[in-house]
């Protein structure tokens, strides 16, 4: 099924490219901040490119980063920021930021931009402990974020609340343990012809998923991706300068968001109280997005798609068109996701096996794999979708590798 | 029950949901144009466009949605095992509320359930779901 739509006209195709990658080693325990993280990360992405901290003049960050635009300029030394944004919380960002960083470069507003990300989500923020909740006497919510209509009642994590979305497809549409383990398995395969992956070495069959332990019912601790501490940054410019730089361009050739049919006020929670609680924001950026890359999910190469948990992947090759609505189960049961299927996804490991840093090591590897650089290639690579964090709405980007 | 985490009852958008069920009672936002609920509440109708939206007193009666059982304990104030249920109002599919039960009961998708009302000190009170009939 190809979607290939000439009349729509996206202004940003392919005109603007990742020119440089850079990550951290991904470990348990740092022993770093964040801020020499994505120093690190932010110079290893220039120096991939070619380009020195003089040539940065624009930041985008995620807004759960504790390091900001200005904070990441002063520590490299980039002296010609003239340009910073902040896409807010979530796993929605990194999608979002190659958005950002195209309208700064088509826009004039900056020339060379970094994108980045950095948690230490293990030795520090534990997003899987509901943050950094303390053991006090707290009064919670009010100011827009709704939670006091849920973590007073002992809803306090993204896995308790993909439990939930998880049962309800599971009464809809039979989908089993098996499937969910299907995922977790394809991202471990994955992670284990990565070296720097986490779980790398560390082989899974399904028996080891379903002897894993519950966590929050029917969700176990494979389903979960992992807690992890580092940092990835890219380099965005526009692709007419980057054919002199060192590596050959990926060239952002879509971004698109997306919010679900029954949007409710509030974060991740709310999703509870819409209609449909497995239907996603990511249905319609991946209608936005097919149209404005041109292509379709069938002329995907491979797929980053934001695992945080194995539900989550269901959910959004449902929601972007890789299979119908309540067949993401039978579909991710083919091996339709593994190295060998039809669509490879997150062929570094993810964030199940790889590393979680928040979406964006799936940036990262998707230009890996249209360089022909990844660890686990898949040969001919040339167009990768990349997606956000499912809730509470959808980011996506098509990554192609340049002509 | 012993809860430290207690709801923010000063929220200009969702104080009166608090302010009923420290009064025993359980209110949801409605648009008197439209018909349908805002969950979490909203002045503003998203489905009409309108603003004539109030506070309406629910009987307290509803269906359960989903439900998951939490294994692995994160807050010392919420041993594990417990359930954490999603409960559809019965007057309108648009708004679902939370509640726990304690360890891990046997549940049905769809089955009726009943509101309670946790004292959590003498002002603040939580609604609580149980399956109707069924003793806390
Ligand atoms: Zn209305």
């Known amino acids: 099924m190809s979607l290939i739509d000439d009349d729509m006209t996206f202004a940003g195709r392919d005109k603007t490219a990742v020119v440089g990658i850079g990550q951290t080693d991904f470990t348990r325990n740092s022993g770093r901040g964040v801020l020499s993280l994505a120093t690190e990360a932010a110079l290893k992405a220039l120096a991939d490119a070619g380009l020195s901290v003089e040539d ?13 635009p200005y904070t990441l300029a002063a520590s490299l030394g980039a002296k010609n920021l003239t340009y910073w944004a902040d896409t807010g919380p979530g796993g929605v960002a990194p999608c979002m930021m190659m958005g950002l960083a195209m309208g700064a470069v088509l826009s004039g507003q900056a020339k060379t931009v970094i994108a980045f990300r950095s948690l230490n989500g293990r030795s520090e923020t534990r997003l899987g402990a509901g943050g950094q909740r303390g053991v006090g006497a707290e009064i919670v919510g009010g100011r827009g974020s709704y939670d006091e209509y849920f973590l007073p009642y002992g809803l306090m994590t993204a896995g308790q609340t993909f439990a939930l979305m998880t049962r309800r497809h599971m009464l809809e549409y039979g989908t089993t343990a098996e499937q969910l383990g299907a995922v977790a398995m394809a991202c471990r395969e994955n992670a284990n012809r990565t070296p720097h992956a986490i779980m790398h070495g560390k082989p899974m069959s399904m028996d080891d998923y ?28 526009s692709t007419e300068r980057a054919k002199d730089l060192r590596k050959p361009p990926v060239t952002i050739r879509a971004v698109a968001g997306g919010a679900p049919l029954d949007a409710r006020a509030g974060m991740m929670f709310p999703v509870v109280s819409r209609h449909d609680m497995t239907e996603l924001g990511g249905r319609a950026a991946g209608e936005r997005l097919w149209k404005r890359a041109g292509v379709g ?18 959910l959004q090759l449902e929601a972007y068109g890789f299979c119908g609505k309540g067949e993401g189960g039978a579909f991710v049961e083919s091996g339709a996701i593994r190295a060998t299927g039809s669509i490879p996804i997150n062929t570094g490991g993810g964030h199940m096996s790889e590393a979680y840093v928040h979406g964006m090591n799936h940036i990262v590897q998707a230009v890996r ?27 996506s980007v098509v990554f192609r590798k340049a002509a | ?16 949901f608090f302010a009923a069920a420290a009064e025993g009672r359980l209110v949801f936002r409605v648009c008197n144009d439209c018909g349908h609920a805002t969950q979490p509440p909203t002045e503003h109708c998203p489905w009409c466009g309108g603003w004539n939206t109030e506070w309406r007193q629910a009987q307290g009666r509803g269906r359960l949605h989903t439900w998951t059982t939490v294994t692995h304990q994160i807050h010392p104030d919420y041993p594990t095992p417990f359930t954490l249920v999603v409960v559809e109002l019965d007057e309108t599919p ?4 939370m509640g726990r039960l304690d360890g891990a009961p046997v549940l049905t998708a769809g089955q009726p359930m009943e509101v309670w009302f946790e004292k959590l000190n003498d002002d603040v009170a939580l609604p609580q779901w149980r399956p109707l009939g069924r003793p806390v």
């Open chain 1, 56 to 68: 940065v003049d624009g930041i985008v960050r995620c807004g759960d980063d504790v390091v900001t």
């Open chain 1, 210 to 237: 379903l002897a894993s332990r519950m966590i929050s019912t029917p969700l176990r601790l494979f389903d979960f991706c992992l807690e992890s501490d580092g940092a990835c940054a890219v380099v965005i410019t």
């Open chain 1, 297 to 314: 999910p069938s002329d995907m190469s491979v797929a980053q798609i934001y695992d945080c948990f194995t539900i989550s992947v269901i």
């Open chain 1, 369 to 395: 794999q249209l360089r022909g650089e990844a660890d686990m290639q898949i040969p001919g690579a040339e167009l990768s979708l990349v997606t956000g964090g499912p809730l509470p709405i959808g980011s």
């Open chain 2, 1 to 16: 029950m012993s809860y430290s985490i207690q709801p923010n009852t000063e929220d200009r958008e969702t104080g009166p």
């Open chain 2, 94 to 97: 648009d708004v679902r509320l």
